[in-house]
């Protein structure tokens, strides 16, 4: 009875085990799918106005995929202070116009690139309703053709990469900020297969945030709110055709 008892014990851990393993999960980080200490913070000198620091977006599936074609993302900035310096204004005639882009994903350190071997596309947005020191990007990242996905192994999701174009005076003039501390938070993602559409919305893995020159000083990074809404399927599937 013993013997019965331990071994109904040791299967229920297990069980558990494979259920909490299971889980799936999105992550933020700086440079790659790295998810240490050491991707969680960016800290630039602004001294230079030719480099670019990409955003990661990585991701776990807890159940196999045999048609994974997207991810849809929300990921909020938020600066410290009243406003958004001019560094963060980013809008069509702003100081700092065209400074962010997605990138095409290839390798990168510490996840399988789950777009190799198919065309990629994609797309952002990005508004500043959250509040007048908060940015917040809805970006869209697909491949033309269903790839498959192995449960719980980290996955590239999407790159955003962020210049710093206008960080240093080099007699043109500067867009102030670049020092300014700041927060991104990954608040919503969202992963797509080709035949079933929406995987989910899926919550944090590791860590769904990123800090900007130390971060906010005071602020605990998550404590964004959460969008109410997500891209439609339709939208999603109209990036690739």
Known sequence: MKKLLLLSS??????????SAAAPGANLGWTNCGLTATSSNIALACDDNTLTRNLVVSFRVPNAVSDFVGVSTVIDLAVAGAALPAYWQLGAGQCREGSVALGTIGALG???????????????????????????????????????????????GLVLGISTVGAFDEGFGSCAGCS??????????????????????????????????GGIPGSTCPELPTPTRSNTWGGVKALYR
Do not use: H, K
Not at 122 to 129: H, I, R, T
């Open 10 to 19: 040791a299967l229920l851990l297990f069980g558990a085990s494979i259920a």
């Open 110 to 156: 510490g996840c399988t690139n789950t777009y190799s071997g198919a065309n990629q596309a994609g797309g952002y947005v990005f508004d500043s309703a959250a509040g007048p020191n908060r940015i917040r990007f809805r970006a869209d990242w697909v491949r033309d053709t269903g790839g498959a996905l192995v449960a719980n192994t980290l996955y590239s």
């Open 180 to 213: 300014t501390p700041a927060c991104f938070v990954l608040t919503g993602f969202e992963a797509f297969s080709l035949l079933g559409g929406s995987l989910g919305n899926y919550g944090a893995d590791v860590r769904n945030w990123a800090t900007y020159q």
